[in-house]
T-cell receptor, first 114, second 114 residues
Framework: AQSVAQPEDQVNVAEGNPLTVKCTYS??????LFWYVQYPNRGLQFLLK??????LVKGSYGFEAEFNKSQTSFHLKKPSALVSDSALYFC????????????FGRGTSLIVHP | DVKVTQSSRYLVKRTGEKVFLECVQD?????MFWYRQDPGLGLRLIYF???????EKGDIPEGYSVSREKKERFSLILESASTNQTSMYLC?????????????FGPGTRLTVT
């Protein structure tokens, strides 16, 4: 079985400050990990993914995520937040040997204050 | 760029009506998905299709059916709409079942059943 948790429903950060959106996961094998962003009344957009290799993954719009196998985490980060980063962020996991269906977290609402 | 389009952005239907939601992708993707998104519940998978005429039930298939007669089109059918099916419906596509491929989402259909 696979699962993913986003422990924070909402994250508040001031513009210009670094941001972190947390994600932890559980899989039987090795994980494929994904981050998506959803702006109001829109579908989800792919941000970045971890497959293998370098633990720091860089993605769209200046976002990056760090894979930590020992802590089973894949936190999304950005060095300097923008007001336009305010959106709903979803983490997803897939076991590379198991189900073809990814499991999504419940989402974290990021609010960046001017 | 992958394009996933959904037939309607907003839809209002009456209880008991048969409702068709259409999804079309233009990248020759094998896999297609239907999710519903509700506040606090994240994305829940309704049905998944891994190829033409093939389908698998997701986590919440009750009250829904699907049709995939052509590779590019995946339809979600609400046989007899009920108020508890008021939700945001998201369609997604993905290259193949195996491999670390991300999903591409449509803009969503916000369905209201009165």
């Amino acid at each position: 079985a696979q699962s993913v948790a986003q422990p924070e429903d909402q994250v508040n950060v001031a513009e210009g400050n670094p941001l972190t959106v947390k994600c932890t996961y559980s899989v039987s094998g090795n994980p494929y990990l994904f981050w998506y962003v959803q702006y109001p009344n829109r579908g989800l957009q792919f941000l970045l993914k971890y497959i293998t290799g370098d633990n720091l993954v860089k993605g769209s719009y200046g976002f990056e995520a760090e894979f930590n196998k020992s802590q089973t985490s894949f936190h999304l980060k950005k060095p300097s937040a923008l007001v336009s980063d305010s959106a709903l962020y979803f983490c997803a996991v897939r076991d590379n040997r198991g189900s073809y269906i990814p499991t999504f977290g419940r989402g974290t609402s990021l609010i960046v204050h001017p | 760029d992958v394009k996933v389009t959904q037939s309607s952005r907003y839809l209002v239907k009456r209880t008991g009506e048969k409702v068709f939601l259409e999804c079309v992708q233009d990248m020759d993707h094998e896999n297609m998905f239907w999710y519903r998104q509700d506040p606090g519940l994240g994305l829940r998978l309704i049905y998944f299709s891994y190829d033409v005429k093939m389908k698998e039930k997701g986590d919440i298939p009750e009250g829904y059916s699907v049709s995939r007669e052509k590779k590019e089109r995946f339809s979600l059918i609400l046989e007899s709409a009920s108020t508890n099916q008021t939700s945001m419906y998201l369609c997604a596509s993905r290259g193949t079942s195996s491999g670390p491929y991300e999903q591409y989402f449509g803009p969503g259909t916000r369905l209201t059943v009165t």
